[in-house]
C-alpha cells in the first residue's frame, strides 16, 4: 500500500491556481495514459540503468510524478522512492495505480517551486516534464540541486515543447507535424486534447524557460551550480536540424540530461551563493534581462564572435573577416552582446577593442552549443 503525507501545494497566485486546476481536471485521463505506459517500461529502465550502479537501492525523488510512471517503475526495481506534486488529484490517482501494481511508494502534495523535501538526502532525483511548468528556473534549479546528496545525480528529462510560441523556425517543426498528425508532438505523447492543449499553452508559453531553445539554458544554470559530468541526449523520433553557418545544428524537441553534484558540498556552497542566488536576492538580474541573455546567444552569427572573442580581445575588423561578416553587421552584433554584458569595449587609440566580460561562464555557452551540434551524430 502506497504512503500519502501531505505538504504545501502551489496556491500563492491566480495564475498558479489556474495551473493547478488544469492538471487536477487532467488527472483521469493522465492516469490513463500512464497505465498505457507501464505497459512497456523499459526505456525508462534503460536510462536508469546507464546514469545509476545498477544492484545498489538508492533514495529518488520523482519531482511532479503526475500519475506516478517514474515512481512506480523505480518502486519496482526496488528503490526507495518519494514521489511528490503539486495536483492533489494526480497523487490520488497516483496512490491508486500504485496499488494496483503493489508497490510501496511515499507520495507527497508538494510544489517544486516551494518544495518542502529535505536537503541532501536523495541519491537520484528525477524531474520528468515538469519544468516548462515553472516559472522561476533559477530558484527551483538551486532548490532541487539542494535535494541531492553530494555524488548524487540529478536527471531531467523535458523538452522545447512550447519553443514554437517564440521561434519562427520551430513553428515550422510544429506546423509540420500538426498537419502530418493533426495534433501537436507534445499532444500525441501525452494524449492530450486539443483543447486542452490549447489551454496549457496559453497558460505557460510566456513563462522564461519555454522562451528559450533548450536544454540551452538548462546546462548553463546546472553548471553554475557546480553539477559535474553533464551528459545530453536527444529522444526524439523525428529529428529536426537547423541549417546555420556552421553547419546543421540539431534542436531537440525532447531530450534527457544528466548531471551529477560534487562530492565537495563546501565547493558547490559557494557555486550555487555566487551564481544563484545572491544575484536573484540582490535583484540585479531579473527573468525579463535573463531571457534577453539567451535571445542574444540563440544567433549563430553571435556564437561565432564570442568563440573569436575566447580567442582573444579583437577589434571590429578582425572579427568580420574571422566569421566572414561585414564590418557593419559585426558591429550590429557587438552592440546587442555588449547591451545585455557579454561583451566590453574600450578604446585602444583610434580603434574600439572588444573582449569577453566573462570568460568561464562563455566557455560553457560555447561547449553546450557544440554538444547540440553533435546530438545529430
Given at each position: 500500500?502506497?504512503?500519502?503525507?501531505?505538504?504545501?501545494?502551489?496556491?500563492?497566485?491566480?495564475?498558479?491556481?489556474?495551473?493547478?486546476?488544469?492538471?487536477?481536471?487532467?488527472?483521469?485521463?493522465?492516469?490513463?495514459?500512464?497505465?498505457?505506459?507501464?505497459?512497456?517500461?523499459?526505456?525508462?529502465?534503460?536510462?536508469?540503468?546507464?546514469?545509476?550502479?545498477?544492484?545498489?537501492?538508492?533514495?529518488?525523488?520523482d519531482l511532479g510524478t503526475g500519475a506516478g510512471l517514474i515512481a512506480v517503475v523505480f518502486a519496482q526495481l526496488g528503490h526507495d522512492v518519494v514521489a511528490t506534486d503539486f495536483s492533489p488529484a494526480m497523487i490520488e490517482e497516483a496512490r491508486k495505480i500504485s496499488h494496483d501494481y503493489n508497490v510501496d511508494i511515499d507520495f507527497r502534495i508538494d510544489d517544486i517551486e516551494h518544495t518542502q523535501l529535505e536537503k541532501e538526502t536523495f541519491d537520484l532525483v528525477v524531474v520528468r516534464d515538469v519544468i516548462y511548468n515553472i516559472r522561476n528556473i533559477r530558484k527551483v534549479s538551486s532548490d532541487v540541486v539542494d535535494l541531492i546528496k553530494p555524488g548524487g545525480i540529478l536527471m531531467i528529462v523535458d523538452g522545447n515543447y512550447f519553443l514554437h510560441c517564440h521561434d519562427e523556425d520551430y513553428l515550422h517543426r510544429h506546423d509540420f507535424f500538426f498537419i502530418r498528425d493533426r495534433k501537436s508532438e507534445y499532444q500525441r505523447m501525452i494524449d492530450l486534447p486539443g483543447n486542452k492543449y490549447d489551454e496549457l499553452e496559453d497558460m505557460v508559453k510566456s513563462f522564461?524557460?519555454?522562451?528559450?531553445?533548450?536544454?540551452?539554458?538548462?546546462?548553463?544554470?546546472?553548471?553554475?551550480?557546480?553539477?559535474?559530468n553533464i551528459s545530453i541526449s536527444c529522444d526524439d523520433n523525428d529529428d529536426y536540424s537547423r541549417l546555420t553557418e556552421n553547419g546543421w545544428v540539431n534542436i531537440p524537441?525532447?531530450?534527457?540530461?544528466?548531471?551529477?553534484?560534487?562530492?565537495?558540498?563546501?565547493?558547490?556552497?559557494?557555486?550555487?551563493?555566487?551564481?544563484?542566488?545572491?544575484?536573484?536576492?540582490?535583484?540585479?538580474?531579473?527573468?525579463e534581462e535573463l531571457s534577453q541573455v539567451f535571445e542574444i546567444l540563440a544567433n549563430p552569427d553571435r556564437l561565432a564572435i564570442l568563440n573569436e572573442l575566447y580567442k582573444g580581445p579583437s577589434n571590429v575588423r578582425g572579427l568580420s573577416e574571422s566569421v566572414r561578416l561585414s564590418d557593419k553587421m559585426t558591429s550590429y552584433h557587438l552592440i546587442g552582446m555588449k547591451d545585455v554584458g557579454l561583451v566590453k569595449s574600450e578604446k585602444n587609440g583610434r580603434e574600439v577593442i572588444y573582449s569577453l566580460t566573462d570568460m568561464p561562464a562563455l566557455q560553457n555557452m560555447i561547449r553546450l552549443a557544440t554538444d547540440l551540434a553533435r546530438l545529430k551524430d
Open positions: 500500500m502506497a504512503v500519502v503525507s501531505k505538504s504545501i501545494g502551489r496556491t500563492d497566485d491566480e495564475d498558479s491556481q489556474k495551473l493547478m486546476d488544469f492538471w487536477n481536471d487532467c488527472a483521469g485521463s493522465f492516469a490513463d495514459y500512464t497505465r498505457d505506459c507501464l505497459n512497456d517500461t523499459q526505456w525508462i529502465v534503460n536510462k536508469l540503468n546507464s546514469v545509476v550502479p545498477q544492484g545498489k537501492k538508492l533514495r529518488v525523488a522564461e524557460v519555454n522562451r528559450v531553445c533548450r536544454p540551452y539554458g538548462d546546462l548553463y544554470l546546472l553548471t553554475c551550480l557546480g553539477l559535474k524537441f525532447r531530450y534527457t540530461l544528466v548531471g551529477q553534484k560534487p562530492y565537495e558540498s563546501a565547493d558547490y556552497t559557494k557555486l550555487r551563493n555566487t551564481c544563484i542566488d545572491d544575484p536573484m536576492k540582490a535583484g540585479n538580474t531579473t527573468p
